[in-house]
């Protein structure tokens, strides 16, 4: 698969002789940092659908950093599978470059620390894939088009596999959305801080701001949500593929999550919300213009 060949790339090209072209991208980027980050915390689904394929999911495989004298590369690693103790076994998919430790075809076992992506192909459409994607985001939108020909799959908004739990900002995201399809209240409520939605809300202000205020306005944000959801039910979240393709950090405990929601329809929807991280982890503050 022609995609094997690309990695990390950003200004620098590498031609080869009857193999596509290698892209390289410094570590250091934003993007990158990011896609592989994502990678990490979405791993599981990546494991999961391994050991119990669904329909339709047709090729799986994963990057691995390998380190030889100093120089460092991100292979793909095709036919993989993990040990018990989650140390991941594979194939090396493309030709190395930099690194001669390993070569194509070569049977290998790393150490889980070492995954920097994976990547799945449902029904021709990539899943996964986070630091192919950051190259992608990063050619201008002319260039796009041409690239996913390259690789010969489908590169849409994607379906990003979040643990639904409060130890990140996109799992708190994801915990409120299933309390609303789940037409929980309280547990919706439990996905929000109101406190602290209440007190962005009125820094923003200028005036002192008391705790007697933010109490008070915390209060009626509650109140306005429970009657909101009373008057409007439960936003439909069934059978809606979403992807988070962006944080931006405030401050260490606020950051802005954007999260990019594609329907059955092929309709798709852009929202930017705010997260706080609680003493309880983190928690869902409100959509921000």
């Not at 698969?1 to 250091?28: A, C, H, Q, T, W």
């Not at 030889?68 to 292979?75: A, L, M, N, T, Y």
């Amino acid at each position: 698969m022609s995609l094997l060949s690309r990695f990390f790339g950003k200004n620098k090209v590498v031609e080869r002789e009857s193999e596509p072209d290698l892209v390289y991208i410094p570590n250091e980027d934003e993007r990158m940092k990011w896609a592989i980050e994502k990678a990490g915390l979405t791993l599981w689904h990546f494991e999961k659908s391994l050991k119990s394929p669904v329909s339709g999911q047709e090729y799986f495989s994963i990057k691995v950093m390998i380190e030889d004298s100093g120089k460092v590369e991100h292979i793909w690693l095709t036919s993989p599978d993990f040990d018990e103790e989650g140390n991941l076994f594979g194939e090396v998919g493309n030709e190395p470059v930099q690194i001669k430790t390993v070569k194509l075809g070569q049977k290998i076992g790393v150490m889980r620390s070492l995954i920097s992506d994976w990547m799945i192909v449902e029904k021709g459409r990539l899943v996964g894939g986070y630091t192919i994607r950051a190259i992608r985001e990063g050619l201008p939108e002319a260039e796009r088009q041409a690239f996913d020909e390259s690789i010969g799959l489908l590169v849409d908004a994607g379906s990003d596999y979040f643990k639904p739990d409060f130890d990140t900002p996109e799992g708190a995201i994801l915990s409120l959305e299933e309390a609303y399809q789940k037409n929980d209240i309280d547990k919706a409520l439990s996905c929000k801080d109101f406190y602290q939605e209440a007190k962005l809300m009125l820094s923003a202000m200028d005036f002192p701001i008391e705790e007697e205020m933010i109490v008070s306005t915390s209060e009626a944000l509650a109140l306005s949500f429970v009657s909101y959801i009373e008057k409007e039910g439960m936003p439909d979240f069934k059978n809606i593929n979403r992807a988070f393709t962006q944080r931006d950090k405030v401050d260490e405990n606020y950051w802005i999550i954007t999260e990019v929601c594609t329907y059955p329809d092929g309709g798709i929807s852009v929202q930017k919300l705010q997260t706080y991280k609680t003493a309880q982890g983190w928690r869902v503050l409100g959509v921000t213009s």
